[in-house]
Structure formats: structure tokens, C-alpha cells
């Protein structure tokens, strides 16, 4: 078993783990040559630019290769920051219908889970995410806090994560639901009731290992006569403060689903840090999430992805959800909420390219640009990982992907990532 770990440390990282235990131990100089440079915070292009990574950093940009320096051409590429995916599910493998999670749930063991999990963080990584916010196990306890853990001692190939662990949500709110009330199911989150047990939660998560607190805000939703995306609020405000309240005070951040009207504004009013989804968010939500710096993370690509499916399965208002989204993503933009990238990729499968959520953003609104900088500097920000990753600059860990060709005039290139770096290591090479 050592042998074989030794072997794979060895193959996929020169620079990363092995190295890193040594310090005296000096790495080669890589130069990488860029056709395009996209810096991650800026909204054009530089042209025939030379990135220099030593010791798993970005040292310099520069127009010319350095003496010396191992050089890999991405002359026909445009160099950008690695790519951020502020919302994923590992421990999932799509489920479009309710049918299909709890069948996973009811018939894959976690530890079968976890092991697709490792095969799903490679994928991630190839794709050109080199770091990810794992919003959950949907069941699978805290594996995703062992998945990271993997990657993080170079055992296996995954993006740098960061956390959720089981997430929570009140009784009778979340699958599985339906069973006869004789029969034991599990669920896809730990349930919650009040807000004593809530804070309980909390410290026990994070304990375990969450590096964010998830909360379910709203469940049950259909469209009222007058457009706006009407919900059941799941906790009551005072649940989501004390959720709030126990995360922030121990230094750690809340994710909230929340699709529709009232579990957004909950949400805002209890101060958590990102809205996930948010199909639906008033006006005056939009305004204070832009005031208290709360993130919007939209996740318009699985909204489209499971519409069909779940229209066929008897529920329409997934179909509907669709414009209502653009038309509460253009607001929000114009509100100047901070939009950070985020896909769901697990609520759809995983052998899909979660990349293809640039196109559906800048369907909605984004310039290209803007597109990319959701998924780099303004998801290091949600992250609060902006001083190590996120833009290209000295001094910053060498997190970088080459898409080919110009992203900016067509950004469904960035779902032809073929160059992937991480840590200064190389993962992925045309
Ligand atoms: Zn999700």
C-alpha cells in the first residue's frame, strides 16, 4: 500500500506533496507561454505574456522566457486563473428526478459513494476547477471532509476544497420523504428543530470538519398569479439567527439555499453569506444583500438541466423557474450584487462539463468577461481565499488553466480547458 501511494505521489506531482516535505528541496522553473493572458479581475485580454512559476507560486510575468526555465507552449491558449466552482455536490451523481436520489441514497453504501466521490474531484480538476465549495454530502456524512483530506496529503488528484459537511434542514422538509412513517430512511441532510439544537449542530459540524455551515431555506415552490416564486419557509427566522450566529461567532460562513421569495429574505434578514439558487429574490432583498456584501451564486445550468425531467415527473413550475431566474439574475446585476460561479454538478452528472454554466451566464446578461471573473477573483472572494488564488499575479499559489483560442469572444471555450495547474504542478497538458 505505501509502494503503491509513493507511485502516485511520485507520477502526478512533482512539485506538490513530495516536495513539499523537504524544504531545502528546490523546484524547476516552469514558463509557461501564453498567446492570451485573462488576469482574472480586468476585462480584456494581454497578448504574448510568459508566466514564471517557481515553488508551487506565480514569481513574475514577463514577456520573455527566463534562462534556464522549462517552457510549455500555450501560445494557441489564453492563460487564465484556475477555475473556482463555488457550488458542487462530490457525493452525487445527478439526480433529476426524486426517484433517482433516493435511490442512491437507499442503494449505495457511502463508502461506495466516497469512492466515486475521489473519481468525481479528479473530474473537477480536469475540467480546470482548481478549487471548489462542496455544498454537502446529501447523506454521505462527513466523506467530503475525508475526500479533502486525501487531496489536501497528495494521496489523490482533487481541486483545494473547502467544505459543508451534512448540511440541515427542519423535520419533514427533505428527502427521503413520502415512506410510511414505519419505515427508517435516511436523509439527505441532518435534521433540525429549534434553535438550540440548531447552534448544537453547528458546533458539532464544525467540529468534524465543515468549513461552511449549509442551511435548506425553502422548500415546496409554485409561481402566484402575480409572477413572483412563492415558497415554504423551512426554519423560522429565529433558527436561521441562531445558525447565523454560531457559524459567524466561530469563525466559519452560511451557505443558504434559498430558491424563492420567503426563504431568500430570511436568509438576508438572518445574515447568512451566500444565497444559493435564488430563482426568485424581491427587490429589496437584491438591495441588501448588494449593501451587507451577501454573494448571489445562481446556478442557472442544472436549472435547465433538470427542468425537462422534473416537468415529466409531474412538476411544471420547474419549467417556469426558468425566466423567472434571468429575470432575477439581470436585476441582481444591475442591483450590483456580487455574483459568484456556481453549477450544482452533481445535482446533474458529472461526466457533463460544469464549465458550461459561462454560457448559460452570459445568456443571462454577463459579458464574457464578467463570466470569468465570477468563477476567479469574485469566487476567491466568497471563498475568502483572494490573497492566495483567484487572479494571476506574483506571489500567488499557481493555480492555472489555458482554454484555447479567445474565451472572451466565445466563452464556451472555457469548457475545453486542456492545460490545468495546480500548486505549480501540472495536471493537465495539450
Ligand atoms: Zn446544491
Not at 36 to 53: E, H, M, P, Q, W
Not at 228 to 236: A, E, N
Not at 263 to 276: R, T, Y
Request: charged share 25%; net charge negative; aromatic share 6%.
Amino acid at each position: 500500500m505505501m509502494r503503491r501511494i509513493a507511485a502516485i505521489c511520485f507520477v502526478v506531482a512533482t512539485a506538490g506533496c513530495c516536495m513539499a516535505q523537504t524544504s531545502t528541496a528546490k523546484t524547476k522553473t516552469v514558463a509557461l507561454k501564453c498567446g492570451n493572458l485573462f488576469d482574472g479581475r480586468g476585462d480584456s485580454l494581454r497578448k504574448n505574456v510568459v508566466i514564471v512559476v517557481e515553488d508551487g507560486k506565480i514569481k513574475d510575468i514577463v514577456a520573455a522566457v527566463p534562462a534556464g526555465a522549462d517552457v510549455v507552449d500555450l501560445s494557441r491558449f489564453t492563460c487564465v486563473p484556475g477555475l473556482i466552482d463555488t457550488h458542487t455536490h462530490i457525493l452525487l451523481q445527478g439526480d433529476i428526478t426524486a426517484a433517482d436520489y433516493d435511490e442512491q441514497l437507499l442503494k449505495q453504501s457511502p463508502e461506495y459513494r466516497t469512492i466515486l466521490a475521489t473519481v468525481n474531484a479528479r473530474r473537477a480538476l480536469e475540467y480546470g476547477f482548481t478549487s471548489i465549495r462542496d455544498l454537502e454530502t446529501e447523506g454521505a456524512g462527513y466523506a467530503d471532509a475525508d475526500v479533502k483530506k486525501a487531496i489536501n496529503d497528495g494521496i489523490i488528484s482533487g481541486p483545494r476544497m473547502q467544505v459543508a459537511t451534512r448540511a440541515m434542514d427542519v423535520t419533514g422538509a427533505y428527502p427521503l420523504v413520502g415512506y410510511a412513517p414505519n419505515v427508517e430512511v435516511p436523509h439527505g441532510v441532518q435534521v433540525v428543530d429549534g434553535a438550540d439544537h440548531a447552534r448544537q449542530v453547528v458546533r458539532e459540524q464544525i467540529s468534524h470538519g465543515a468549513d461552511w455551515i449549509k442551511v435548506y431555506s425553502d422548500r415546496s415552490y409554485r409561481v402566484r398569479e402575480d409572477g413572483v416564486l412563492d415558497d415554504i419557509p423551512t426554519f423560522t427566522l429565529d433558527e436561521l439567527r441562531a445558525i447565523v450566529d454560531e457559524a459567524h461567532r466561530e469563525r466559519h460562513k452560511v451557505a443558504s439555499h434559498a430558491m424563492a421569495l420567503n426563504g431568500v429574505h430570511n436568509s438576508v434578514e438572518a445574515g447568512v453569506d451566500s444565497i444559493e439558487h435564488g430563482n426568485y429574490i424581491a427587490d429589496a432583498d437584491l438591495k441588501a444583500m448588494a449593501a451587507r456584501g451577501i454573494f448571489y451564486v445562481p446556478t442557472i445550468y442544472v436549472g435547465e438541466y433538470v427542468a425537462q425531467g422534473r416537468a415529466a415527473a409531474g412538476a411544471p413550475v420547474w419549467v417556469k423557474m426558468i425566466a423567472i431566474h434571468e429575470d432575477t439574475f439581470r436585476r441582481a446585476m444591475q442591483a450590483g450584487v456580487k455574483i459568484a460561479f456556481g453549477t450544482d454538478v452533481g445535482g446533474f452528472d458529472w461526466k457533463i462539463n460544469p464549465a458550461k454554466e459561462f454560457s448559460s451566464m452570459v445568456k443571462f446578461g454577463m459579458t464574457p468577461a464578467q463570466a470569468i471573473r465570477a468563477a476567479t477573483s469574485i469566487a476567491a472572494e466568497l471563498l475568502g481565499t483572494q490573497n492566495e488564488v483567484g487572479t494571476i499575479e506574483a506571489g500567488k499559489l499557481a493555480d492555472l488553466v489555458a482554454a484555447p483560442g479567445d474565451p472572451l469572444a466565445d466563452v464556451s471555450l472555457m469548457e475545453k480547458v486542456e492545460f490545468v495547474m495546480k500548486g505549480g504542478v501540472i495536471y493537465k497538458r495539450p
